[in-house]
């Protein structure tokens, strides 16, 4: 059975960094896209960062500049650096991939409480 286990959330000061990581564990033959998600209490999830296994990534614009996400695909392993924290990055934070197995499944990790104090 395939799994995404986070790790790396916590409790930090603005200005400050975390860097969260993702492993994904069980029979896995590939993995295309893995990103990164964040929710809020009544709001929808949103999209933080995504890389492909080519290394293309994308950003939304409030984390551009501050966020890096990369991963080691021999590893499965996708990780999310981020720099210059302020205190409305506070959220849950998910990890996502589309995970290759038989066919492609998308996968969602338990999700990692980040909270940044001002």
């Known amino acids: 059975q395939v799994q995404l286990v986070e790790s790396g959330g916590g409790l930090v000061q603005a200005g400050g960094s975390l860097r969260l990581s993702c492993a994904a564990s069980g029979i896995i033959f590939s993995i295309t896209t893995m990103g990164w998600y964040r929710q809020t209490p009544g709001k929808q999830r949103e999209l933080v960062a995504t890389?492909?296994?080519?290394?293309?990534?994308t950003y939304t614009d409030s984390v551009k500049g501050r966020f890096t996400i990369s991963r080691i695909n021999a590893k499965n392993t996708v990780y999310l650096q981020m720099n210059s924290l302020k205190p409305e990055d506070t959220a849950v934070y998910y990890c996502?991939?589309?995970?290759?197995?038989?066919?492609?499944?998308?996968?969602w990790g338990q999700g990692t409480q980040v909270t940044v104090s001002s």
């Open positions: 890389i492909t296994s080519g290394g293309s990534t």
């Open positions: 996502n991939a589309d995970i290759r197995v038989f066919g492609t499944t998308n996968y």
